[in-house]
C-alpha cells in the first residue's frame, strides 16, 4: 500500500503482480508482447496510474474522451500502434539509455490518458498541451493523482471534496453515532494516505458539530485504514 504516498515494504510483493511489465521473457523480444489498457473499474485504473506508471516517472500526459460513435478499443489499437506503446521492458530500457523517451497508455470507460517519460519522443511533437502531473495532477471520478515529495500522490478532488464536506456536515445533527459510521465505512474512495487525511478531517469537522450540540461524538475507528489492492484489467 502507499504510506505517505510511498509504497510500504508489505505492499511491495503485491504490487510485482499488479505493476508487472506485460513482457519479461527475453526469447519473446521479436514478438509483440500483448499491451492491456482497458481498466475494468475507477479504482484499478487510478492504481495502475498512479502507482504504476507516475510512480514510475511517466510524469508527462494527456488525457482524452474516446467519442460516443467510436469503438474504444479501435482508437486504444490506434493510439498503442501510432505511438509504438506496446514494446517489452528490454525495449523500453534500451529507449532510456538511448535518451528516448517511453509511453504508456491506460483507459477506463471511454476516459484515457497517455503518459511519457522524459526524453526524445514524437508524442512532444505531436500531441498539444501536454502536461505534467508534478504540477497538474490527473484529475477523474473525483479522484487527483499527482506527484509530491518523491512519491504518487492520491487524493480527492476538490470538487468533489466540497460536495462531500457538505454531504457529512449536513448529516452531523440528523443522524446517530451508528448512521454516521455507516456513512464512514461506505466512504467512496479508497483509502490513500491523503484520502485518509480527508476522511479525518471530515470526521473532525463532523464531530466538532455535534460536540457543540452535545451530542456523542464518532470513533475514528469506522475510517478504513488500508485500500485494496485491485487488478486493473481483470474482469469485474
Excluded at 511489465?21 to 498512479?50: N, W
Excluded at 528490454?90 to 523517451?101: F, I, L, P
Excluded at 490513500?192 to 457543540?212: C, D, E, M, T, W
Amino acid at each position: 500500500m502507499l504510506v505517505g504516498g510511498k509504497v510500504s515494504v508489505q505492499g511491495r510483493a503485491a504490487f510485482r503482480s499488479v505493476c508487472a511489465p506485460e513482457q519479461t521473457d527475453p526469447l519473446l523480444l521479436g514478438r509483440a508482447p500483448e499491451y492491456r489498457c482497458e481498466a475494468t473499474t475507477l479504482e484499478g485504473f487510478v492504481q495502475q496510474l498512479a502507482v504504476c506508471y507516475v510512480g514510475r516517472g511517466y510524469f508527462f500526459y494527456v488525457t482524452g474522451e474516446v467519442p460516443g460513435r467510436k469503438d474504444p478499443r479501435a482508437v486504444d489499437a490506434k493510439l498503442l500502434d501510432r505511438y509504438d506503446i506496446a514494446v517489452s521492458k528490454w525495449t523500453r530500457a534500451r529507449r532510456k539509455r538511448a535518451g528516448r523517451a517511453s509511453l504508456q497508455y491506460i483507459r477506463h470507460r471511454r476516459f484515457f490518458v497517455l503518459l511519457a517519460t522524459h526524453g526524445r519522443h514524437r508524442f512532444f511533437e505531436d500531441e498539444p498541451g501536454i502536461k505534467d502531473v508534478r504540477r497538474s495532477p490527473i484529475r477523474y471520478g473525483g479522484y487527483s493523482v499527482g506527484f509530491r515529495g518523491g512519491h504518487p500522490h492520491v487524493r480527492i478532488d476538490q470538487e468533489a471534496f466540497k460536495a462531500l464536506k457538505a454531504y457529512f456536515l449536513d448529516l452531523a445533527l440528523r443522524r446517530g453515532v451508528e448512521g454516521l459510521a455507516r456513512e464512514f465505512y461506505g466512504f467512496p474512495f479508497e483509502p490513500y494516505a491523503p484520502i485518509r487525511r480527508q476522511q479525518f478531517s471530515l470526521l473532525h469537522g463532523v464531530n466538532r458539530a455535534r460536540k457543540a450540540a452535545g451530542l456523542e461524538p464518532v470513533p475514528s475507528s469506522c475510517i478504513w485504514l488500508k485500500r485494496r489492492i485491485y487488478r486493473p484489467f481483470e474482469p469485474r
